[in-house]
């Protein structure tokens, strides 16, 4: 996910990162120990990075996606 940061930055090295999944919301101690991790690295490379968390995400994105056709 880091990697994904470094090669999509923009100038200004502010990133928000969309996760999602039940993994990431169910498995104990998982979204507080990646926040941890992935944010000290990002911030020990020079970036601000805020996660963000959205129900239904992929749901969304096909509808979008299919609305659009």
Do not use: F, W
């Not at 039940?22 to 911030?43: D, F, N, R």
């Not at 970036?47 to 096909?62: M, W």
Request: overall charge positive; some cysteine; aromatic content about 6%.
């Amino acid at each position: 996910m880091a990697a994904i940061a470094e090669k999509a930055y923009k100038a200004n090295k502010k990133l928000c990162m969309v996760l999602e999944g039940t993994t990431y919301q169910k498995m104990p101690g998982l979204k507080e120990e990646l926040h941890k991790v992935l944010l000290e690295y990002l911030e020990s490379r020079g970036y601000q990075a805020d996660i963000i968390s959205v129900e239904h995400a992929v749901l969304k994105g096909c509808a979008i996606a299919g609305l659009s056709r």
